[in-house]
């Protein structure tokens, strides 16, 4: 069989396009040809849409809407006619940022993630009323693997700004500490408590923070010597690197050197590959060390190395 005849498939079945789809991994060019019509269809109908659009949405979540129908029709429907206008355009990229601006606004509103998922696949119910009767299935393919890519890009862009957010928060946070005086601090770093002995131990961490050695951390199981190996890191000052956590007690003993240091394919049987080993492949700033050390009366011994 020849590859053109490969591409093709059996008779019954749509021919398989050469390639990779070069829209997100789904779209070919040919799908957004083939929905020009409809998409000048949803612009010139796009009111009536919307109001369709919102009734199933007050159907479908009732009094735990987010959004009032002033606040949806404001956000959804001059971004219909702008979506819509970049597809028409066939430029992609226009839309994909546009989709992405209506992540992060939708995020910025505090509108859950399940909501929204729920709320495209009823735009897509309400866009399909305008559809021509006599549309063929290879239209609504092209338009499901449009409203798949809508999601991606709002999911997407909706948990970067959600992060970003919190690590702004969190950093307000840790300011708002700092300015603390050492004897009014309840939290420090992911470690709480209003002790005397907590706000020793918050002056030693800070005091450790500023140390370029390699620092013992000695204490029962359960005590939170990895919150404190974590806080050391945390309170270093300037730009950090990853931290890294190693229970050298899981790597069997004729291992580890490899697995911190790396090893060629050929000086190991079985490797596939070469390894580069955890030093160079995660390029961490500090690794806290867990290890049995029977001199230390059995108990868990962590190392926190910056």
Known sequence: MSEKDALKGPASMKPVLPGAPRHFHLLWDDDIEQLRDIFSIILERSEEIIHHWYQLYVLHFGDARSLSEIEFTRIFEPGLRRNKMALLDGDMDLYAAQVIHLGELLAERRVPL???????????ESAQTVFPQDSPTKI???FDKLSHVRIILLVSAYFRSNSAAAGERIAALEREAARLSHNARTRFHGLVGGSPVMRRLYSRIEAAGAAREAILIVGDKGTGKELVARAIHESRAGDRGPFVAINC????AGLIDGELFGYKREALNGAAADYMGLFRQRRAESFLWTKSARSLRKRRTRFYVC
Do not use: M, R, V, Y
């Open 114 to 124: 399940e909501e929204i998922i729920a709320s495209l696949h009823l735009f897509e």
């Open 140 to 142: 609504d393919t092209s």
């Open 249 to 252: 007690a899981a790597i069997p």
